[in-house]
């Protein structure tokens, strides 16, 4: 019994790769980071790769976009980052998601790229989930 179920999950894993492999981006999602808060157009998505594009819409933070899956112990997993964005300046990142609860969160810590604050602690994360 237990061989059948493990068998089971090879077939499982191999189906969701080839078709992660062939999708072409499932959808796009423009992320706005600002004074302490992070915004999208959208606040949920189908599950595959799914493309951000964020903006630092500041004046004078360097800021970022992390995308944290949130595990059942409430952990997060980062999955990929547009890192280091200076005033005005955007980026992208495209990742395979799978359904689940998301954060869309700035990771800037104190102290770093001249931060007087933890980013993420202020509040610069937005809930995000894949259907
Ligand atoms: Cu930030």
Same mark, same amino acid.
């Given at each position: 019994?237990?061989?059948?179920? %493990?068998?089971?999950?090879? &077939? ?8 992660? &492999? =062939? =999708?072409? /981006? ?7 980071? =600002?004074?302490?808060? +992070?915004?999208? #157009? ?6 595959? $790769? ?5 903006? $630092? ?8 976009? &992390?995308?944290?899956? +949130?595990? /059942?112990?409430?952990?997060?997993? $980062?999955?990929?980052?547009?890192? #280091?964005?200076?005033? %005005?300046? %955007?980026?992208?990142?495209? !990742?395979?998601?799978?359904?689940? #609860? @998301?954060?869309?969160?700035?990771? !800037? ?8 604050? =933890?980013?993420?602690? @202020? ?9």
């Amino acid at each position: 019994m237990r061989m059948m179920l %493990g068998v089971a999950a090879v &077939a499982a894993a191999g189906a969701f790769f080839v078709a992660c &492999a =062939d =999708d072409k /981006p499932a959808a796009t999602v423009a992320v706005k980071l =600002d004074s302490f808060t +992070v915004s999208s #157009d959208k606040a949920e998505v189908m599950a595959g $790769n799914v493309t951000f594009k964020a903006t $630092n819409a500041h004046a004078s933070e360097v800021h970022e976009l &992390a995308v944290l899956r +949130v595990r /059942p112990d409430g952990s997060f997993e $980062n999955l990929g980052e547009v890192e #280091d964005l200076g005033p %005005g300046k %955007g980026g992208e990142v495209t !990742i395979a998601l799978t359904p689940g #609860d @998301y954060l869309l969160a700035c990771l !800037i810590a104190e102290g770093e790229a001249g931060s007087k604050v =933890d980013h993420f602690a @202020y509040g610069m994360r937005r809930a995000f989930t894949v259907k």
